[in-house]
Every structure is written in structure tokens, then in C-alpha cells.
């Protein structure tokens, strides 16, 4: 089981964001806007590592991936950003 923090920054600055996973089923999970850092930041405990699929809303309608993290296609067609856990 590790911790994974994802960070990401987004322009024009949003008013929220929200990530979703595979992991659970595609739940959202709000992000947090960190002052300091100019960034939007969610921490997420206690994931097993493998491989997920995850992707994030901008303002509750915008679907975007990030550069930052590799990209995949599902069985459907959807671009999703792949959030690999390797605790090891």
C-alpha cells in the first residue's frame, strides 16, 4: 500500500477540481488548491499498487487529462491519464 500525491496546475485558474479513478470505481475526490504552490494537490492513502486509469474535472463539466502523466485509451475509446503505484 503506498501514498500517492497528485498535483496539477490549470489555466485559466478553475474554481474546483476533481479527480476520478479506476481504482474506486470512479469516485470524484476533490482536490485542494495549495496557495504555495500555485498548484491543485490531492493525497491519496493506503492505494495497492497497480496500474489505474484516472482523469480530472474541471469546474464539475470539463474533462481533462494532464501532460504530465502517461496516457492511455480504455476499451471505449476515452483518453485517460495512467497513475502507476509501485511500492517496491
Request: proline share 8%.
Amino acid at each position: 500500500m503506498s501514498q500517492v500525491v497528485v498535483d496539477a496546475s490549470f489555466y485559466p485558474h478553475p474554481n474546483c477540481v476533481d479527480f476520478f479513478c479506476s481504482l474506486d470505481g470512479w469516485k470524484p475526490h476533490p482536490l485542494y488548491f495549495h496557495p504555495e504552490k500555485q498548484k491543485w494537490v490531492i493525497t491519496l492513502l493506503g492505494i495497492p499498487d497497480g496500474k489505474y486509469h484516472c482523469k480530472f474535472r474541471i469546474n464539475g463539466t470539463v474533462w481533462v487529462c494532464l501532460d504530465n502523466l502517461p496516457k492511455v485509451t480504455d476499451h471505449e475509446g476515452n483518453q485517460n491519464n495512467l497513475l502507476v503505484v509501485d511500492s517496491s
